[in-house]
Nanobody
Framework: QVQLVESGGGLVQAGGSLRLSCAAS????????MGWFRQAPGKEREFVAG????????RYADSVKGRFTISRDNARNTVYLQMNSLKPEDTAVYYC??????????????????????WGQGTQVTVSS
């Protein structure tokens, strides 16, 4: 069982920045693909960003590309989501997810929720206008 704990959410005005962190348990963190998803009230959970095991490849939703950056520090079992130029539509609960059996295909980063096996509890991000 992998435990994921998000932190760093909060209230920020439009145009501001937040950095989310996701701390993972276990010794196999380096084997996991990692991703961030978000879910706003009344909306489906959506993919935000993903990163491969060694951090060599990333993928972003079009809505956040150029504003958000996903990264990981495998020595600290932590994945980050740097969020800049935040917009009110970014308001959501943000979830960290781990893919324990990532597809090892060049350039592939999972973006479907069913590809991920473990989920954090979520952290609220609220962006005011």
């Amino acid at each position: 069982q992998v435990q994921l704990v998000e932190s760093g959410g909060g209230l920020v005005q439009a145009g501001g920045s937040l950095r989310l962190s996701c701390a993972a348990s276990g010794r196999t963190f380096t084997s996991y693909g990692m991703g961030w998803f978000r879910q706003a009230p009344g909306k489906e959970r959506e993919f935000v960003a993903g990163i491969t095991r060694n951090g060599g490849r990333t993928r972003y939703a079009d809505s956040v590309k150029g504003r958000f950056t996903i990264s990981r520090d495998n020595a600290r079992n932590t994945v980050y989501l740097q969020m800049n130029s935040l917009k009110p539509e970014d308001t959501a609960v943000y979830y960290c997810a781990a893919d324990q059996d990532p597809i090892l295909k060049l350039g592939y980063v999972a973006r479907r929720d069913y590809e991920y096996d473990y989920w954090g509890q979520g952290t609220q991000v609220t962006v005011s206008s």
